[in-house]
Structures are given as structure tokens and as C-alpha cells.
């Protein structure tokens, strides 16, 4: 399933800036990012806890914010939209809240998932 979220958020996210406007479509594609991330590290591990893996992403997200700060990413930008796609260019302290919803809303979409494929796999009791 992280395999398959992780195509849906990268869908969703490059597609965000053509369906919202402003602000909104940056903060929604911030948290997008960070959702990107959670699913990534499931994929790559996973057994990974759900928590744990919002964490990694909220880490990882303010890191790249941070990096921001260095001008390398701008630079690297200028070169590659890859680079600018992945790093971004500018420090937005503004964007770290959404890193947060990003991560959490992984961590309630991995939860509800699991908790509804484990229903589902539960044997219905037949009638007496």
C-alpha cells in the first residue's frame, strides 16, 4: 500500500498548484511533501511503526527547510527542477507547520488503513 501511496501523493502533489490557488496550493503541496516522505520510508522499511515514520518525515522535511537557509538548494535549483522540485529554494519558516500535518495526516491514513484491512481479514462468525 506505501508503494501506492507514495504514486498517489506525487500525483497529487504536482497537480495541486493547477487545482488551488495562493497559499493555499504551497501549504497544501508542503504537506503533501511531508506525506511523500512518510510513504517513502515505509517503503523503503517496512516495518517501520506508523509514529515513527512521521517522525522520520517531519525530520526530514524541516531538515530540507533548513538546508534552505545555505542557498545550495536555490543554486542547485537554478540547474535542475528536479533539484528545485525535491530541495526548493527559498526558507519559509511558515511551511514547518505544515511539514507537521503532512507527517500526521501519513500516520492517520497508514492507521485507518491498517485498522481496515485487519477487519476485513477477520474470519465473520457464522450463525449457531
Keep these: 500500500m506505501p508503494a501506492v501511496a507514495t504514486v498517489v501523493t506525487v ?8 487545482v488551488l ?3 493555499l496550493a504551497k501549504y497544501a503541496g508542503d ?3 511531508a506525506l511523500l516522505i512518510f510513504w517513502l ?7 517501520t511503526r506508523a509514529w515513527v515514520a512521521a517522525v522520520v518525515a517531519f525530520a526530514v ?3 530540507v527547510e533548513l538546508f534552505q537557509l545555505t542557498g545550495v538548494p536555490a543554486e542547485l535549483g537554478a540547474h535542475s527542477v528536479l533539484a528545485r522540485l525535491v530541495l526548493g529554494t527559498t526558507f519559509n519558516a511558515p511551511d514547518l507547520p505544515f511539514y507537521a500535518v503532512g507527517a500526521a495526516l ?6 485507518g ?3 481496515a484491512w485487519a477487519a476485513r481479514r477477520r474470519p465473520t462468525p ?3
Design 126 to 128: 457464522q450463525p449457531r
Design 31 to 33: 504537506a503533501l511533501y
Design 113 to 115: 488503513a491498517r485498522s
Design 106 to 111: 501519513g500516520w492517520a491514513l497508514h492507521l
Design 41 to 47: 520510508v515505509l517503503v523503503v522499511a517496512p516495518r
Design 11 to 18: 500525483a497529487a502533489g504536482l497537480s495541486v498548484r493547477s
Design 61 to 63: 522535511s524541516v531538515a
Design 21 to 23: 490557488g495562493g497559499d
